[in-house]
């Protein structure tokens, strides 16, 4: 796996401890001859973690979190281990009290995997692919921070109902190699509505180090005692284009992903329609793979025009090589790590919502017996809706029908339906999507969750908090006021709707684009709120901003300025904690309960549990139950 030492050694050379900012690097344990040597004097520094524990056969597990965050292994072995209990992970060392401990490293993360799961399959401690996560789930996005997993894990644990509870596009928003991120390699991404490309993995913390965090949550909480399963999704898996030369690596990343979205968009970027379609098809692909398609396509109960079919089957049949080659690379990267088939299982989701325009059933049928027929079993195949991102569909009856005819088509290829850019639907159209497919579906959730920080630190009354807030929300109207007066046609277009909007919904007069003293004149005379679109738009580029600043050259740093930045969100109060907490899963509860995931009653139940926190520590205590 990846050499984790660099990483390391440029987090602890600039003071950026994994408890102000986790998930950088790889491993949960960045200076381990310091932590064994507070293990072996025995400091008051490190605390066991009393609801983590879990047995394999080597004998009983806890974890241990030093002040730093940095994270070990407690193992008490059985008997018959003796001497070599310190070789069971690697780095071991023998504890006064006969236990032994082990760094919290990403290698060993990897290797407690399989001693797990080997003795209890069962087990929800990883993600799996178990369940009903295959056909209803929700997708919790972190494309912020890390500090909405423990609401998540109550939300579950409340609702009693599993779900992808980390997911994240990659490399867009998580950094996939961090030896590319300290060498300056990474891609950059592009934001029309901001103007310019910002570099990849703008979240800043790294695709393994997630992976490792989202689990070690779940220990810390308890949340593992439930046998509640859940998922972490890849999310956008580029295919294709220029992801080809680094396809090893983002496969190696994304190991412990239990659930993997095929983007195919960037191969179809450079694919070009030939001038004869049919001719095409009978050069290129197998007579008997074509006649299999048509056949099954038609058994779904549709009928093909032969052009049609053949100009569809040339615009993504080189994608769909591409995405077979990655599939094979996803399933042997996990049959060389993991040792159980629970291990090595992966659901996966066919993102078809980057084709031009709505997507229509023949497509969706196309798509999924070219899948069927080249042994990739579709677990969410995702069509394009129309959605606008944190924007509810305006017509219910439309969208009622759009989802009838892909659910006709989904059902008889046992496929759950995606809805992708599901943040901010209203409650009708949730009840819509869950009730036309019967709740087999996904829907994907991530830009909420940063406003529904935005909102806990502008409701608590604490001062550091409200200094946060402050300091983010006029880092977003710096940003709209520049975007007005940008030369680039789009982002002056998005800036100014952006602006309209807000000015709108408060009731003030919309001309105000004279100059930009006129346009800061008017954003000034609102009262800042997290309601404003223009804060909702450009808030998730704040959090890996160098020096907060509202220049597009700051904006996904990784240096240490752009960590210093990320490490604010990690010193927000117990109050500000317990206030996004409660939205969050308050928010998850009602995403529940529209799509008919859970029962009306549990729903009812769980948000007066809800209500009734006034600490943190309550909140996480009922986790584990």
């Not at 609102?526 to 909702?536: A, D, I, Q, V």
């Not at 220049?551 to 960590?563: F, M």
Request: hydrophobic share 40%.
């Amino acid at each position: 796996m990846i050499s984790t030492a660099s990483i390391n050694q440029f987090l602890l050379k600039n003071n950026l401890r994994i408890a102000s900012n986790p998930c950088v690097s790889p491993d949960f344990c960045l200076d381990w001859p310091a932590l064994a040597a507070k293990l072996a004097n025995a400091s008051p520094d490190v605390k066991a973690c009393p609801k983590s524990n879990f047995e394999t056969e080597a004998g009983q597990w806890m974890l241990l979190e030093d002040v730093t965050g940095d994270c070990a292994w407690k193992l008490t072995p059985i008997a018959e281990l003796g001497a070599d209990a310190v070789k069971v992970l690697a780095g071991g060392v023998a504890l006064n009290d006969g236990a032994v401990a082990f760094p919290a490293s990403f290698a060993n993360l990897l290797r407690i995997k399989n001693l797990i799961q080997e003795h209890n399959p069962e087990s929800t401690i990883f993600p799996t692919a178990s369940q009903r996560l295959g056909q209803s789930t929700l997708g919790i996005g972190a494309r912020f921070t890390t500090l909405h997993w423990p609401a998540v894990e109550w939300a579950m644990s409340a609702l009693e109902i599993g779900m992808t509870a980390n997911q994240n596009s990659i490399p867009r928003e998580l950094v996939y190699d961090v030896n590319a991120m300290l060498d300056g390699k990474l891609d950059t991404v592009p934001f029309p509505f901001i103007g310019t490309n910002v570099p990849e993995g703008h979240q800043g913390q790294s695709v393994e180090g997630m992976s490792h965090g989202c689990v070690l949550s779940k220990l810390k909480t308890g949340f593992h005692k439930r046998g509640i399963a859940w998922s972490f999704n890849a999310d956008h898996q580029p295919i294709g284009g220029k992801f080809d030369v680094r396809e090893d690596q983002l496969v190696r990343g994304c190991v412990l992903a239990s659930y993997i979205t095929f983007d195919i968009s960037p191969e179809l970027a450079l694919t070009k329609a030939p001038g004869d379609a049919r001719a095409w098809v009978a050069e290129n692909m197998a007579p008997e793979l074509v006649e299999k398609v048509k056949t099954r396509v038609a058994a779904a109960g549709l009928q093909l025009d032969g052009d049609a079919l053949a100009k569809l089957l040339a615009y993504v049949w080189p994608a769909m090589k591409k995405m077979k080659v990655r599939d094979e690379k996803y399933r042997i990267a996990r049959e060389q790590l993991f040792a159980t088939k629970e291990g090595c299982a992966y659901l996966r989701e066919l993102s078809i919502d980057e084709l031009p325009g709505l997507t229509t059933p023949e497509t969706t049928a196309i798509m999924l017996a070219l899948c069927e027929a080249m042994g990739m079993t579709i677990n969410f195949v995702a069509p394009a809706f129309g959605f606008q991102k944190n924007m509810p569909y305006p017509d219910n009856t439309a969208l009622r029908t759009l989802i009838e005819k892909q659910w006709d088509v989904c059902k008889q290829f046992g496929v759950s339906i995606g809805f992708h850019s599901g943040s901010g639907k209203s409650a009708e159209n949730y009840q819509v999507m869950g009730a036309v497919t019967g709740g087999c579906l996904e829907i994907k959730t991530s830009g909420r969750y940063t406003y529904e920080m935005g909102r806990a630190l502008h409701a608590s009354k604490n001062p550091s908090d409200q200094a946060l807030w402050e300091d983010w929300y006029q880092f977003t109207v710096e940003l709209a006021v520049k975007g007005a007066f940008a030369t680039d046609v789009t982002e002056q277009k998005m800036a100014r709707s952006f602006i309209i909007d807000a000015l709108e919904k408060s009731g003030n007069p919309t001309d105000v684009f004279a100059n930009e003293a006129a346009t800061r004149a008017a954003i000034d005379s609102l009262t800042p709120s997290p309601e404003h679109m223009f804060w909702f738009e450009y808030n998730f580029l704040y959090v890996l901003a160098g020096g907060g600043k509202a220049e597009k050259a700051a904006l996904g740093d990784h240096s240490p300025a752009g960590y210093g930045q990320r490490a604010r969100f990690y010193s927000v109060s117990d109050e500000g904690l317990i206030n996004y907490s409660k939205n969050v899963a308050g928010y998850i509860v009602f995403l529940a309960e529209n799509t008919a995931l859970a029962p009306k009653d549990r729903c009812a139940s769980a948000l007066k549990q809800l209500e009734s926190y006034t600490t943190l520590d309550q909140m996480l205590g009922d986790i584990s139950r």
